[in-house]
């Protein structure tokens, strides 16, 4: 058989190079629609509380924290011992049910979605952050036509005590720790302001699991926050509720198992409320009531998120439960 000619040959090199040309923009767009994709599943936006904002949650997106070090921000109890509460008999349901629990999606959870409390006396805004306790009007009350903030619906409620959990929101790499407390040491002082007889307790932060879906958040900045939230207790002559102690597992730091949720590693399950609420009633405070006459106390009756997930991290039905 004869050869190719040089016309046959050049139509053959031509066609290979359209070829590879092809296959080089069938590879540059397949790349940019992995990026687009890993965009969009990136994770679950927890903070900007001043605004609704729309979030997803997918499992897909999980990250594992590099070089954390579980004794780098451990709490000298022995330093703090009239600040941070220490165990004590338990006080049972009726102090949960004379207490008002503040705070964010964990703390909605705990009336919304499991019964460990209920809207007489517990106030959650998914993705609230502690930054916006002062301001953010996210609360509703029988006597109130629109929101009013948090501050302003202690003053209605009129409980004996508060216990606040907030922070996770607020983890951010770049917000500082003495940021991070300065400012919600202002919206703890707007509610003394706002209901003076109300005793202050600050909740630590809830640990999160060593696979989580937000690249921002890190058990690192927990342990870091929690340390100068205690610091801070004790500079306000708040009390300091160690309930990190219960939740974290002693030998990697992080959540136990099957104490946070496996589609996200932050959000607490059904097990780790329980042992939460064990601990919040053995770690009591319990002072003389000196509280002004009570007035007619309105109904809690609403909230609004900060964040609305097209997932929800807090619904009706149980079922965030152990792993």
């Keep these: 058989m004869a050869g190719k000619t040089k016309s046959q040959k050049k139509k053959a090199l031509d ?3 359209k070829m590879y040309l092809v296959l080089a923009l069938c590879s540059v767009m397949l790349l940019v629609s992995v990026g687009i994709s890993l965009v969009l599943i990136g994770g679950i936006d927890l903070g900007g509380a001043d605004a609704q904002s729309v979030s997803t949650v997918d499992s897909a997106s999980m990250v594992v924290e590099s070089g954390y070090n ?5 709490i000298d109890t022995q330093a703090y011992t009239s600040t941070i509460l220490e165990q004590a008999a338990d006080a049972g349901d009726s102090y949960v049910d004379e207490t008002l629990f503040l705070g964010d999606s964990n703390t909605a959870r705990m009336y919304r979605m499991f019964d460990y409390c209920s809207y007489d006396n517990a106030i959650g805004s998914v993705g609230m952050t502690a930054k ?6 996210c609360v509703q009350v029988s006597t109130s036509s629109g929101y009013i903030t948090m501050p302003q619906a202690v003053a209605k409620l009129q409980p004996r005590r508060v216990i606040l959990t907030f922070g996770t929101n607020d983890l951010n790499p770049g917000y500082k720790a003495a940021d991070f407390v300065k400012n919600y040491q202002t919206g703890i002082e707007a509610i003394v302001t706002a209901y003076p ?3 202050i307790i600050v909740n630590a932060i809830p640990p999160i699991g060593q696979q989580h ?4 958040l890190t058990q690192t900045q927990v342990d870091e926050y929690n340390k100068a939230l205690v610091e801070m207790c004790q500079e306000k002559g708040w009390k300091f509720l160690n309930s990190a102690e219960v939740l974290k597992d002693s030998v990697t730091g992080y959540a136990k198992s ?3 949720e496996t589609s996200d590693g932050i959000h607490l399950t059904r097990t780790a409320m329980d042992a939460l609420f064990n ?3 053995t770690h009591s405070y319990i002072t003389e009531d000196d509280r002004p006459a009570l007035t007619t106390i309105p109904k809690h009756t609403g909230d609004k998120d900060a964040v609305v997930y097209t997932v929800p991290v807090v619904s009706s039905s149980s079922t965030a439960t152990a792993t």
């Design 197 to 199: 007889s109300v005793d």
């Design 213 to 216: 879906s937000n690249q921002s």
């Design 132 to 137: 916006s306790l002062a301001t953010f009007a």
């Design 279 to 281: 601990y919040i009633r």
């Design 15 to 17: 066609m290979r190079s």
């Design 70 to 74: 579980k004794e780098e921000n451990t």
């Design 258 to 260: 099957g104490y946070v």
